[in-house]
């Protein structure tokens, strides 16, 4: 297994332009999770899934923002109408259950860099 | 408020140099665990240790050690022997409770470690 992989690495768009992310957790993880990290800053929460069930949305998650995971393996994040202050790093993340995490925290991805011009 | 606090934001030392990095936290909970990130260049963080709200006795793996004081709320980290290699972001991390549903990520410390 090579971890958790992201896609794109990098991603430049016009505001206004929709854009969506990909995820890829490590296979046998039944829990994925999303963070924004800005320039500066460390990563902040947007959402957590259990399998293909979306469990918790931060408020930072608007309404122009949307996460699935449909069959409880990728999960890809969709951001409507972007605006600049969108630009940042999503990572996404996946653990096992709880006693998982309470050992090894979570397994991250390298991020998706988002530029919005 | 902030629940993890990293006062240091960036922090210079030359090769073989122990290098402390301060973090603070905020949570009402009595269940909770602490953990440190490294974040390197490439982006991926990279989980180093943890420790949870039941047990206070501080530890040291290899060239790592930290030291929890529920007292004071702090969870500090320490290389000893530092290396270039270990030049980059640190991040302390807040879970309350046993669910993991989320993090709080402190703002990071930059280590710059020169040889």
């Known amino acids: 297994d090579t971890g958790v992989s992201q896609n794109p690495r990098h991603k430049i768009t016009k505001r206004g332009q929709n854009v969506t992310f990909r995820c890829d957790p490590i296979s046998e993880h039944n829990r994925l999770y999303w963070y924004r990290q800005t320039l500066g800053q460390g990563p902040e929460f947007l959402t957590y899934?259990?399998?293909?069930?979306?469990?918790?949305k931060s408020r930072l998650l608007s309404d122009r923002f949307s996460a699935e995971r449909p069959k409880g393996s990728f999960s890809t994040l969709e951001i409507q109408r972007t605006e600049q202050g969108d630009s940042a790093m999503y990572l996404c993340a996946s653990s096992l259950a709880a006693e998982y995490s309470a050992n090894y925290g979570y397994t991250f991805g390298s991020g998706t860099r988002l530029t919005v011009v | 408020a902030q629940k993890v606090t990293q006062a240091q934001t960036e922090i210079s030392v030359v090769e073989k140099e122990d290098v402390t990095l301060d973090c603070v936290y905020e949570?009402?909970?009595?269940?909770?665990?602490l953990f440190w990130y490294k974040q390197p260049p490439s982006g991926e963080l990279v989980f180093l240790i943890r420790?949870?709200?039941?047990?206070?006795q501080n530890e040291i793996s290899g060239r790592y050690s930290w030291n929890f004081q529920k007292s004071t709320s702090s969870f500090n980290f320490t290389i000893t022997a530092s290396q270039v290699v270990d030049s980059a972001v640190y991040f302390c991390?807040?879970?309350?409770?046993?669910?993991?549903?989320?993090?709080?990520f402190g703002s990071g410390t930059k280590l710059n470690v020169k040889p």
């Open positions: 949570t009402r909970d009595t269940t909770y665990y």
């Open positions: 991390a807040l879970s309350e409770g046993y669910n993991f549903n989320k993090f709080y």
């Open positions: 899934f259990q399998n293909e069930a979306q469990l918790e």
């Open positions: 420790r949870n709200s039941f047990d206070e």
